[in-house]
Structures are given as structure tokens and as C-alpha cells.
């Protein structure tokens, strides 16, 4: 009995050994802790969901102990919540929903959102007012006594609509109000069911490249000094064009007005997983470009561009690097 308790006891010295070491006797590598990551994205139909793959696909590849899933969701305003409610720990956001959001305004109208913070500006998530060419609708003011899809309730295309009516002397009460996510407001707009739509995405916009693959649509242009009584009033905006030909069959330029996609987070993100994040999304681009057009627009050089919440620490030290 004794001479088995001795082997078994040598033996297990001589694992604990062999545990300990490696090659040239130094020790083995201790394992990474894994951290669960999930990143609330929009419609698959959108500009976030592909993105947010790519950033997934990144993160997993480049930053030892993530592991990171993707969710689709109805966009930015619901990604707040899944933040602040700790069921996300990075969403895609409107720069100007996450300004809301701090501020207790408008759909966060006394209900602020304080711990949140910014990751990144991504580029920018333009207005589309999209309607049919036969229509004829050529014009904000022409929307009157039409039926127009604005965003669901409480989202951020439904502020941005009301915001622009605004600018243009319009209130819902001028029009047919449709309060549908935008792939189902461009459906409708094929089938006849609703005038025009507001789309606030990078565009091209999936949905909308589908729609004008099988009818010959228009986008809805502002006029400059529409554009710059908006900025002077809500200066979350800036102006933008979509460029001719970015929709078959849309041959001209097209003024409009922005946000700013971004990256929010919440101060649960430690600084070191900041830094990071921001330097595995910058060694990667090409990632993004590969998973929608508005990748290319991605830079560490406009990624403060348009941020509306603070920086995570380990981000902005990673930005002031050369």
C-alpha cells in the first residue's frame, strides 16, 4: 500500500512540474479571463447590423478574452435602453439620440440617462426623404395633406421628421403620419401605401437600394436655408449631400442634413477595455469597409467628430496617440 501512495504521490509532483513548465522551463501562460461582450446594432435591413457584425468579428479576432455577440434591434433609442439596462455593453447610436439621452430631452424628456459615454464617431447617418418619382412630390412644403412614414414612435428618424417638418412651417397635423420602422416604411412606399418616408441611415441604405432596383424613386432635397436654420436651431446637424447615383436611377446630388453614427458605452467600461476597443477597430477598417460602403468613412482621425456624450478614458488616450 505504501509503495502505490508513493507513485501516485511522485506522480503527481511530476505533473504539478510539467504544469508549471514550458518550454526552457518557463511557466505556462495563465488564461485569459473572458468577458461577454453584446453590441445592440438596428434592422438587419440598416447600416448598424452589418457594422456591428464586422466590430464583432474584430473584437473577437483582436482583443484576447472578448467574446462578442450581436443584436439586432429597432435602433438608437432602443439601444439606450439596453444600456442603461445592462443588456448591452456597446450600441450604435445617433449622435443626437445620445445627446437626448444624457440631457433628459426629448423621447428622455425628464428621464436622463447619466452614466453614459462615447466610444467613437463613425460617420455620417444621413436624412433621406425618399418617395416615388411618379409622385411628383418635390418638396418638404409638398408633403402637406400626404401620408408620410416618420419612424416608430419615440425614435430617432421620428425626431429628426418632426425637427425638419418644423423647419419647413409643418406639423403632423399637416400631414398623414405612418409611424413605421423604415424597412417597413419602404415597403410600404412600393406598394403604394404611404407617399414618402424618412430614413435616417448611412447610406446606401439596403432597403432603399432594394425598392429602386424595381421602381424609379426620388429623394426629397432641403433647401439651403431650410438646412441652415435647422443647424442654428438643433446643432447636432450638419449639412450633407448624397451623392448622384448612389440610388439607380437618382442621376443629381441631393442636399440634405446628418447625425453622426457612434459608438456608446456606459462608465461600466473600464479605461484599459476603452483603449483596447478603440485601437482593434483602427488596425481594422478594412473590415468595416468590406461590410458596408460607410466603412470607408471610419478614420481615428473623425472619430470625435460630432461626439455628444464624454470619451471613455482608455478611447481618448488612444486618440491623442500618434
Known sequence: MKKIVVCLTAGVLALSFLAGCGSGGHKAAVPVKQQFINIATGETSGTYYPLGAALAGILNKNVPGLNVSVQSTTGAVANIGLLASGKADIAFVQSDIAYFAANGMEMFQGKPVANLKGLATLYAETIQLVTLDAGGIKSVSALKGKRVAVGPVGSGTEANARQILEIHGL????????????????????????????????????????????????????????????????????????????????????????????????????????????????????????????????????????????????????????
Open 171 to 322: 406639423t403632423y397635423k399637416d400631414i398623414a403620419v405612418q409611424n413605421l420602422a423604415f424597412a417597413e416604411a419602404i415597403v410600404a412606399l412600393r406598394d403604394g401605401r404611404v407617399d414618402a418616408a424618412f430614413v435616417t441611415a448611412g447610406y446606401p441604405t439596403a432597403a432603399i437600394s432594394d425598392v429602386a432596383a424595381q421602381k424609379k424613386i426620388a429623394l426629397i432635397p432641403l433647401e439651403r436655408a431650410k438646412i441652415d436654420a435647422l443647424i442654428s436651431k438643433y446643432p447636432f446637424y450638419t449639412a450633407n449631400a448624397i451623392p448622384a447615383r448612389t440610388y439607380p436611377g437618382v442621376e443629381t446630388d441631393v442636399e440634405t442634413v446628418a447625425v453622426r453614427a457612434m459608438l456608446a458605452i456606459t462608465d461600466k467600461m473600464d479605461a484599459e477595455l476603452g483603449y483596447k476597443i478603440s485601437k482593434a477597430i483602427y488596425a481594422n477598417t478594412d473590415r468595416l469597409q468590406a461590410a458596408h460602403a460607410q466603412g470607408k468613412n471610419v478614420t481615428k482621425e473623425t472619430a470625435q467628430i460630432g461626439m455628444t456624450l464624454p470619451l471613455n478614458e482608455g478611447a481618448e488616450k488612444f486618440y491623442k496617440e500618434k
